[in-house]
């Protein structure tokens, strides 16, 4: 079994399109060749990436969408780094600035117009059949933080048990078609032990986003820092607790300056690394993408920006402390 705890690694998405959906169709290999060359050149350590796929690609032109998978997997290997392929993403921006991904309706309202599950299944069931036992591939991660509301109320309780039986399909049929590679989801934190308990039944791997979340106001204040620590501490527990591995696929939340950027790389990092926990940063490459550039790029949200590197691809000054970890 692979040495989580080694990982060091990012998720990537390429720079030119603006969502997973554009990045798939429009797949260009060339740029992809030179924006994960570029990592592995300021970062010598990465030997993981993680990118979200596309299904609405995939539905749109199955062939095409395949191929260019493919060949972002002999890319990868290439340079000598295993891919997560995230099949689904349901993260949403929450100023609108969006990336795709899955809405409610399309798992857990069979009465809808969008209601997916068998178009789902039988994505996950043709990538895991061309697949199987593929050693490029580490883990294939269901879904990037399912579960997507911030509280748990009499609004949005009801959704946990249909969402959890989607995943729980999505996991049967990689397990189905692709019994050897390892099937983890993605959560994020807002929903601390009971959101883990969820997915631990379809987890091999606990996979976790333990971002430190803050601006230039409080990135400094002890007791916030104190409150990250004692979180982390908390996952880094349960998942001694069940017996499971655990690997953080994103972390390092965004600044526009660089140096409050450093600033959350250096704290955040190693707290990461001093509890023995590997990780995949978010993410590699500026993007047009979501989260990963500057204004003059687009919309930025209250999670700024998390790129390592500039619209020219140089390394954003101060983010080679990464390989200090």
Known sequence: ???????????????????????????????????LRRGKEYFPAFSMVRYWLSWDAYFRRPEVFKAHFEKSLQIADHLGIKVMPCLFNRWHDASGYDCGGVYTENIALPEAWGYYRREYRDYVADLARE????????????????????????????????????????????KEFDPSTPVGVSIHQHHEREGMEWVTPISDVMLIHPYFICDPSNMYDEAHRADYLARLDRMVAYGKEVGKPMLVTETCWGALRDEDRVEILRFTLGAISERGLGFLAHALHYSLVADLHDPADGFVGHSYNLAFTTPDGALRPGHEIFNNY
């Open 1 to 35: 079994m692979m040495d989580y705890s080694q990982v060091r690694g990012f998720n990537y998405q390429m720079s030119r399109g603006t969502t997973s959906l554009e990045n798939w169709l429009y797949f260009d290999p060339n740029l992809w060749e030179v924006e």
């Open 131 to 174: 697949h199987a036992g593929d050693d490029r591939i580490a883990i294939w991660d269901i879904c990037n933080e399912p579960y997507s509301y911030n509280d748990l109320n009499e609004r949005t309780r009801p959704l946990v048990a249909p969402e959890t039986e989607w995943l729980t399909e999505m996991y049967a049929t990689l």
